[in-house]
Structures are given as C-alpha cells and as structure tokens.
C-alpha cells in the first residue's frame, strides 16, 4: 500500500505526513477497500482550476479532485489533486486551523475513492459524519 504525497505548484513543510498516511490507510483499513497506491498532489487554485476545466469541463475553483485510475474490483490506484491555496481560504472561513481542514480534505477524497458520494444532502450528512469519525481517530 502506497500512499504519496506529491507536490505540482505548492509545497507543504509543517504537516504531519506520517499521521496522514496513518488515517488513510485506517480509512481503507475500516472500509474495507483494497489500496494498491493513492498520490496527493498538492496545488495552487490556479493548477486545480486548469485540470477542472480541461478534465471535468468546470470553470470554478474547488479544493480538490479526485481521479480513480483503477478498474473496478481491482485494488486502488488513484491521484487526489488538492488546492491549498482553497484549504487555505476555507479553513480561514470556518474559524479552523488549517492542518484540521487539509485533515478533513485528505479523508474526503479516500472516502469518495470507497464509494461515498456527496451530491445529495444526506451523502454530504453521511460524508461529514465519515470525515469526522475519521479525523477523531488522529
């Protein structure tokens, strides 16, 4: 199981690598979802942006996207694209330390690769109460 983090545009230096890797492997662990690789890559706005309009068609910014590049019933292998400049911004508008939101965004893009959605208001309810439950066990 190989879990990377990588680095487009932006660096991060003051992160508990160690201890996000921990949670996404438990998170996999307790879903029981087989992971073969997962690399982060860590992004301006501006990066993200040019990858959600050239592979997703949108034009707005977002604080990440995740790509599954495995088949189906096969092992994980995926890329999760995160903007920290939007980290940034969010974590600024919810009153929270940033290292808590980039946290909460690492859990989520797992999660979606597990097969949690978040379009509806109760997969976004579900969403939350995963990320939370997740981010408790740090």
Not at 95 to 106: G, I, K, S
Request: with cysteine; proline share 1%.
């Amino acid at each position: 199981m190989a879990i990377r983090f990588n680095y487009a545009d932006r660096k991060l230096n003051d992160i508990n690598k160690s201890a996000l890797k921990q949670m996404v492997q438990s998170i996999f662990k307790e879903e029981k979802v087989a992971i073969d690789s997962i690399d982060y890559i860590f992004c301006s706005d501006e990066y993200l942006l040019g990858i959600n309009q050239a592979s997703l068609n949108h034009d707005y910014y977002t604080d990440i996207i995740t790509f599954p590049l495995h088949e189906i019933d096969q092992p994980v292998v995926a890329e999760i694209y995160i903007s920290t400049d939007r980290v940034k911004d969010n974590a600024s508008q919810l009153n929270l330390l940033f290292e808590l939101e980039l946290t909460r965004v690492v859990a989520h893009g797992a999660l979606h690769l597990c097969g949690y959605k978040d379009k509806s208001k109760s997969d976004i309810k579900l969403m939350r109460e995963k990320e939370g439950f997740y981010i408790s066990s740090l």
